[in-house]
């Protein structure tokens, strides 16, 4: 049976999925077939059920929750670290309101965390990759970085306003839950307990063959030197990536919540994980 195993082009991901993707967790009868493609992107396709399995930002949960549950594995969650907020200058993060930021999309888990922070920022969609030279050559005020611009940014001579992931700790005192992994829920109980099982076996693998799972990961990395990548994959693939538990489930649930109580999520969803 094919499977359409959907995650994003990074270092952090191709880590994760470093053991399906090179056989050494056997798959038996299923053919995982792996599309790499930026998240928001994965957003909008896990709309349409468009992957069996899709990482998906959390923030864009509630409008897929119908076709798709939650895997408890897989997810990257920031435990006191999150998107930061870069700017030109040093900025006040209190000064955020009427500037512009650009943002890598409306349905990241960045964007909500953002307008929860300062709900009255304008904001401009720009592809998460161009953001930082964004932000450099003056086309926006403030940039919201994901992925390898959170370590890199500093190169560009870029200044930090604020760590999101740490406001929201301090705030509830719960990690930021970024992005999970989703299964369709059409595939009933049994399938989908099954690829839940495999996506936990390849964070496994992978966190105990570290070494090999790096170098693989560096194909990926975009131009990070081996030393910022291994940071990178740090900070997003660790032991709440091979189960959140239930820490990670009530940050996940308190996002969700929060959302919907700040009028930015439109329904109210209860976060449903596969029991696997």
Not at 43 to 59: D, K, P
Not at 101 to 109: E, Q, R
Request: glycine share 12%.
């Amino acid at each position: 049976m094919r499977i359409s195993l959907a995650h994003s082009p990074d270092s952090d991901d191709a880590f994760m999925f470093f053991g399906l993707a090179r056989g050494h967790v056997p798959s038996g009868d299923l053919r995982i077939e792996h599309v790499l493609t930026d998240i928001e992107t994965l957003n909008r396709e896990a709309m349409q059920g468009r992957h069996e399995v899709t990482a998906i930002s959390f923030h864009a949960y509630p409008y897929v929750s119908e076709r798709y549950a939650l895997m408890p594995c897989g997810g990257s969650i920031g435990d006191g670290y999150g998107p930061l907020l870069v700017a030109r200058e040093a900025l006040d993060p209190a000064a955020l309101e009427g500037r512009t930021v650009a943002v890598p999309g409306t349905l990241t888990t960045a964007y909500l965390a953002l307008k929860l922070y300062a709900p009255g920022v304008t904001t401009r969609v720009v592809p998460f990759d161009r953001i930082l030279d964004e932000v450099k050559a003056g086309r926006a005020d403030v940039g919201l970085i994901i992925h390898e611009g959170q370590l890199t940014y500093g190169g560009l001579g870029l200044r930090k306003v604020l760590d999101l992931g740490a406001w929201w700790k301090e705030e509830t005192g719960l990690p930021l839950p970024l992005g999970g992994n989703a299964v369709r829920r059409d595939l009933g109980p049994e399938l989908m307990q099954r690829l839940t099982r495999l996506v936990r076996e390849t964070v496994r693998y992978s966190l105990s063959h570290r070494r090999e799972a790096l170098e693989y990961a560096m194909g990926f990395a975009r131009g990070m030197d081996p030393g910022v990548a291994d940071r990178f994959v740090g900070l997003w693939v660790n032991e709440m990536t091979l189960e959140c538990g239930e820490r990670g489930r009530a940050a996940v649930q308190t996002l969700l919540d929060r959302g919907h109580d700040a009028g930015i999520i439109p329904t109210r969803v209860v976060a449903d994980f596969v029991a696997a």
